[in-house]
């Protein structure tokens, strides 16, 4: 099983500030990393798939890189929308299908 | 637009059985893979199981192997979540997500196992 590691647990941030979001996975899983986003009492949101693509509608603000083992999305000026916890994702080895364990980015 | 929606969730005892539907619309169902995907209250994601658009491939966590079954039926575009000899630990809101892009996510069910 890939097991995927997000740092930090907690990110405190002001808006406008740029956010970046680590998840390290336990072996290479190539570029087939997904990100999401979800806010409280809310499903979570499909944010950038296959490691640096946007799914539909997402800002530009989002972005990811990464590939191999390290991974980060970066928020690059952060709205008051975007405090949420976001989750990394993995479908390159499967089963199962993974996820890091979240990090929550919290107003500062 | 894409829609899928959770019911059948509720409070079950430890040992009991819940059946969880997911109704999809907007999109050509029978063409997409499914899953289920849980998340215990105040927790992360944990995938529970998947179902190919012809249902001729099905996998589980093993947290549910032999305790949960999936299946779908093209005719209501609906896939099935059945949960027997539940437990406490499972616990949690489950949602159904389409593909392992999981690109879009039903509001999710609350099942709550307790005696």
């Known amino acids: 099983e890939i097991v995927l590691t997000q740092s930090p647990a907690t990110l405190s941030l002001s808006p406008g500030e740029r956010a970046t979001l680590s998840c390290r996975a336990s072996?290479?899983?190539?570029?087939?990393l997904a990100w999401f986003q979800q806010k409280p009492g809310q499903a979570p949101r499909l944010l950038i798939y296959?490691?640096?693509n946007r799914a539909t509608g997402i800002p530009a603000r989002f972005s990811g890189s990464g590939s191999g083992t390290d991974f980060t999305l970066t928020i690059s000026s952060l709205e008051p929308e975007d405090f949420a916890v976001y989750y990394c994702?993995?479908?390159?080895?499967?089963?199962?299908?993974?996820f890091g364990g979240g990090t929550k980015v919290e107003i500062k | 637009e894409v829609q899928l929606v959770e019911s059948g969730g509720g409070l079950v005892q430890p040992g009991g059985s819940l059946r969880l539907s997911c109704a999809a619309s907007?999109?050509?169902?029978?063409?997409?893979?499914m899953n289920w995907v849980r998340q215990a209250p105040g927790k992360g994601l944990e995938w529970v199981s998947y179902?190919?658009?012809?249902?001729?491939?099905?996998y589980y966590a093993d947290s549910v192997k032999g305790r949960f079954t999936i299946s779908r039926d093209k005719a209501t575009n609906t896939v099935y979540l059945q949960m027997n000899s539940l437990r406490a630990e499972d616990t949690a809101v489950y949602y159904c997500?389409?593909?392992?892009?999981?690109?879009?996510w039903g509001q999710g069910t609350l099942v709550t196992v307790s005696s």
């Open positions: 997500a389409r593909q392992i892009y999981f690109d879009c």
């Open positions: 907007g999109f050509t169902f029978s063409s997409y893979s």
């Open positions: 179902i190919s658009s012809t249902s001729s491939a099905i």
């Open positions: 072996q290479s899983i190539s570029n087939s």
């Open positions: 296959d490691a640096s």
């Open positions: 994702q993995q479908r390159s080895s499967w089963p199962p299908l993974t």
